[in-house]
C-alpha cells in the first residue's frame, strides 16, 4: 500500500487541507488534522495514511509531514505502532463528548489577560520580599478598610496619569472590581433599583444584580458602544439609579465610545442625577484612549479601576475614585461588611509598581503579548465577523447562519474548547448568535492557535451539525 487510495478506513482517504492562518507547512498538517477529528471527518482509531504518502499528494518534503504527527503524537491525537501506522487515539479522548475533547482543553471563556513569566516572577519576588523583611511586618497585619494612606495615595498617582483628579481622601481600595462593583450598586440604588446596561454586559454585572434584585434596563449599542440617546430615553421613561458602563473596549463587544459620547453621557447623567459606574479595567492597554468620563463628570461618577486585566487576576485590587470624600466613607463602611479589608501586601506591592514604573513596563509587555494573540486570530478568523482591538484579550465573534451561539458553545465543548455565547452576556434584548473569546486565556500562543483551529472547524466544517438537536 504506497499511496492515500489504499487506506480506505474511515479516514483512509484522508488528506490534509492546508488552510490560511498557519506558522508553517507543518503547523499547518497538524491544524488540518485537528480540525478533521474535530468535524468528524476522522474517528476515533481510524488508521492514518503512511507519512510518505501523505507528503507525495501535498507535494511536500517528507519530514514536514513528519514533523506534523510527531507533534500529534506528543499531544496524544495519534499514537503510532511499529509495522501498524499512526491511528486516531481511542484512549486519549471521551466518545460521550467528542473526539478532541479529553486530551486538551482550551478555556477561552474566562477574559483573562496572558500570562507572562515577568510578571509572575515579579510577583513572586514581591511576596519573598514582604514575608522576609521586618520593615514590611504591616503588610501581614490588619488595616484600615479601604485602604491606608500611602496606598490611596499610590491609586491616585496612577489614576492621575488618566487625567483624573481624585485626592488620597477619594480613593478607596477594594478586593477587586467585582467587589468595588458590588459596593457601588448596594449605595446608589437606595431609591430606584433600575440600572442601565449596554444590550451586552459583563457577567459580573449580572452577578451583582441578581444578588441585589436589580432591574437592568438594556440600552441600545452600535460599533461605538451605548447610544446617548438611548439612555436619555430610558431617562425620560423610569427612574433610573445608576448607568454602568465599560467604555474603552468594552466587555463583550469591544467597543471603545469616543470623546464626544462620553461628554453627552455626562450630561444625561448629571440632568438625571443619575451615577456613572465607569468600570475601566483595561484603559492602561489601549494607547490613546480617550479621557474616562469621571475625567468629565467626576461629582457623579464611581470609577473602578483593577490591576486584574492590565497585570495579573492574581493582584486581587481595585482601586475606585468616588465623587466625595462623604462618598469614601460610605463605601468603606459597606466593604467592611463584606471583605473587611483589601489584601495590604497587594496593595503594597501595587504601590511599589505604581511609583517603580514596572505597572507601565508590564502593561505594555501585555499589550504587545495581545496583539501577537490577536494576529493569530486574523490568520484563522480571516473570513469571520468579528469585532476587536488589536491590543486587547478578547474578541466578539458573530455567528454565521444557521449557527445558534448555545449550540456553538455547546459542540465546541464537546471538543475541549470553552468561550462565552451571547445568551450570557444578553440583557432583555433581541439576540445576536455571538460568542466571546478571549485569546488572553490561553496558556500560550500555540494553545490559543490549536484552540481557534477547533472553533474555524466548527463554524467552517461543521455547520451541517447546526440543527441538529443537542442531546
Known sequence: MNNVKDYMGSGGQWVPRLERGSSSKHQAIFDALVADIANGQLRLGDRLPPQRAIAAALGVDLTTVTKAFSKARTDGIIRATTGRGSFVAIGAVDESRGPYANFVSHDLSRNSPPRLAKIDQALAKEVDTALSLGTLAGVLNYQDTGGNWANRAAGANWLAKRQIASSPERIVLTSGAQSALFAVCHLVTKKSNHVCVGRFAYPGIHTVAFQQRLQLVPLAMDGEGISPEAFEDACQRAPIAALYI???????????????????????????????????????LIPGAPSPIAAIAPDVTWYVATLSKCLSPALRLGFVSVPSAEASTQIAATLQAMTMMASPLFASIASRWIYSGFLREAADELMHENEERQKIAARLLYDQQYETNRHGSHLWLKLPEPWRATDFTNQCERLGVIT????????????????????????????????????????????????????
Open 420 to 471: 462565552l455565547g451571547s445568551s450570557s452576556l444578553s440583557v432583555n434584548s433581541p439576540f445576536v448568535e455571538a460568542v466571546r473569546i478571549s485569546v488572553g486565556a490561553a496558556s500560550s500562543q500555540e494553545s490559543l492557535r490549536d484552540a481557534l483551529t477547533i472553533l474555524r472547524s466548527v463554524i467552517v466544517g461543521g455547520q451541517s451539525n447546526a440543527n441538529r438537536a443537542m442531546v
Open 246 to 284: 465599560t467604555p474603552t473596549l468594552d466587555n463583550p463587544t469591544t467597543a471603545t465610545l469616543p470623546s464626544d459620547r462620553r461628554q453627552q453621557i455626562a450630561r444625561i447623567a448629571r440632568q438625571y442625577s443619575v451615577a456613572v459606574i465607569e468600570d475601566d479595567p483595561y484603559h492602561d
